[in-house]
């Protein structure tokens, strides 16, 4: 479900079709080449994202191509061959980029995020994904909000959060009043830069650094893909490609990485998740639960530490 803001109910309902509008506007439909092959590219993400990042590489002019097609890898990356939506449309009248768009995915980490559901019971549920969104502008004020006296924004290429929300019968003791609750969770939060060849001067590079001592400051962890050496001569266009590639393809490694040990953090010590799943084991058979906690895959997906101390505890209030 796409949430749009910015317009009231009644234009809601009348909007047009997304890839309409997008016609409409930017002259940019299925059918399009360039700057970005849509057809070649919606087979990886999608067609609706594809065209909103066509619109914002043609509409932006902070925007360069090497950078929305590193996005792009990255976010194939993520997605990991899950579908990737539209999560938000702005129709409002301050837009930073088509419609101040965010996508979303559940991701490479699905299989996890499976393991988990599997030990809550059928009415508890966490849901998980990741979100992205694209030339993010945030005002220097916001990021140290201390000082009045910073002017200006930041466009960071590429920021991306993974959210979990739990949804559950709220734990107590008189069973027969049971309130249903949805609690959502932060996991984590990159920044990811993509460098061309002007961030090698002396003082971008100075730039770059305050910058992300400010974005870190807040939290985010910031990640700098930079353009490979580019080679001159006969082959150096395939050579160039190949060890962008290579980069790209560790970066994401890295990134995926960076979330996945968030995501084995917060599982480890979120209460709510912990006491939810203790609940339900306690319910179980013995054998069943040993069944459960036994699975390859199971231990695999999840911490030792959390899934050895959620066994204990079952066991523990089995022998009471």
Do not use: W
């Not at 209460?271 to 699975?295: A, G, H, T």
């Amino acid at each position: 479900m796409i949430v749009i803001t910015g317009l009231n109910t009644y234009s809601i309902y009348n909007l047009p079709p997304l890839k309409k509008t997008i016609k409409e506007c930017f002259n940019i439909d299925s059918e399009t080449k360039k700057p970005l092959n849509i057809q070649q590219l919606s087979k990886r993400i999608g067609e609706n994202p594809s065209l909103l990042l066509c619109a914002m590489l043609t509409t932006d002019s902070m925007c360069s191509k090497f950078g929305v097609e590193c996005l792009i890898e990255v976010l194939s990356g993520i997605a990991d061959n899950n579908p990737v939506h539209v999560a938000t449309l702005d129709y409002g009248p301050r837009q930073t980029r088509p419609f101040n768009f965010t996508l979303t995915t559940r991701g490479f980490l699905n299989e996890v995020f499976n393991s988990i559901n599997e030990l809550l019971c059928e009415r508890n549920q966490a849901c998980f994904s990741f979100t992205f969104i694209p030339e993010n502008k945030i005002t220097k004020s916001d990021l140290r909000s201390g000082q009045s006296n910073l002017y200006g924004t930041f466009s960071l290429d590429l920021t991306i959060e993974l959210h979990m929300t739990i949804f559950a019968d709220e734990i107590n003791q008189n069973m027969e009043q049971q309130k249903r609750i949805q609690k959502d969770f932060l996991i984590g939060r990159v920044v990811v830069e993509f460098d061309g060849i002007q961030h090698l001067s002396d003082e971008q590079v100075r730039k770059d650094k305050l910058r992300d001592s400010m974005i870190q400051g807040e939290g985010c962890t910031v990640f700098r893909i930079q353009m490979p050496y580019q080679q001159d001569g006969t082959g150096s266009s395939k050579v160039n490609k190949e060890n962008l590639s290579t980069l790209l393809n560790g970066q994401v490694e890295d990134i995926k990485n960076h979330f996945r040990n968030r995501l084995h953090e917060a599982i480890s010590i979120n209460y709510l998740l912990r006491s939810l799943i203790k609940s339900n084991l306690q319910k179980l058979p013995q054998s069943q639960l040993n069944e459960m906690v036994n699975k390859p895959s199971f231990r695999a997906n999840l911490p030792s530490q959390f899934t050895n101390d959620l066994i204990t505890q079952a066991a523990i209030f089995k022998n009471i």
